[in-house]
T-cell receptor
Framework: KAGVTQTPRYLIKTRGQQVTLSCSPISGHRSVSWYQQTPGQGLQFLFEYFSETQRNKGNFPGRFSGRQFSNSRSEMNVSTLELGDSALYLC????????????FGPGTRLTVL | AQSVAQPEDQVNVAEGNPLTVKCTYSVSGNPYLFWYVQYPNRGLQFLLKYITGDNLVKGSYGFEAEFNKSQTSFHLKKPSALVSDSALYFCAVKNAGNMLTFGGGTRLMVKP
């Protein structure tokens, strides 16, 4: 099976712009989660989507949003970018169950100038 | 809320020697614990998980982890380290829904 795919892999934006990142989960996986990784804050949970519904949300401002499509692909959007949004954004997919393993994509490296 | 801690920012070990990367947890109820590894400019790769059952969990690439309920620990181990094991290791616990809470990470350096 193909793994989790994230596009683009690298992105450079300027403050105030907005950005959309995409994640295609492993075939058959219905849950997609997003995480932000920074040197200072480490790995932090953003949100989880299951069957096109946001099921869980981390402690991030409303500038961070996401959605999931009927084919389980997910997008996350960050509006009004700030320098502190520079990070590696990781997407993870898993089938459905509580004990399932989350498999991560390679990430999108966002740099905000 | 569930949490994990990795007390060592970096672990240095010589190739061929055993390695241990430490993780302690704080949870209410039964913990679901995971280890992931991250190589430079890559995402997280799953190594192993503890859900229930045997306290010694075997995973990918020769890694194993020992779940110790009395010490609330889930240390990652490997009998003989390889230079290629050098990477960043994360311990995680499953929280509400499918949210993972990660430790701060431990950089493993294996020297030839």
């Amino acid at each position: 099976k193909a793994g989790v795919t994230q596009t683009p892999r690298y992105l450079i934006k300027t403050r105030g712009q907005q950005v959309t990142l995409s994640c295609s989960p492993i075939s058959g996986h219905r849950s997609v989660s997003w995480y932000q990784q920074t040197p200072g804050q480490g790995l932090q949970f953003l949100f989880e989507y299951f069957s096109e519904t946001q099921r869980n949300k981390g402690n991030f401002p409303g500038r961070f949003s996401g959605r999931q499509f009927s084919n389980s692909r997910s997008e996350m959007n960050v509006s009004t970018l700030e320098l502190g949004d520079s990070a590696l954004y990781l997407c993870a997919s898993l089938p459905t169950g509580d004990t399932d393993t989350q498999y991560f994509g390679p990430g999108t490296r966002l740099t905000v100038l | 809320a569930q949490s994990v801690a990795q007390p060592e920012d970096q672990v240095n070990v010589a190739e061929g020697n055993p390695l241990t990367v430490k993780c302690t947890y704080s949870v209410s109820g039964n913990p679901y614990l995971f280890w992931y590894v991250q190589y430079p400019n890559r995402g997280l790769q799953f190594l192993l998980k503890y859900i229930t059952g045997d306290n010694l969990v075997k995973g990918s690439y020769g890694f194993e982890a020992e779940f110790n309920k009395s010490q609330t620990s889930f240390h990652l181990k490997k009998p003989s380290a390889l230079v290629s094991d050098s990477a960043l290791y994360f311990c995680a616990v499953k929280n509400a829904g499918n949210m993972l809470t990660f430790g701060g990470g431990t950089r493993l350096m294996v020297k030839p």
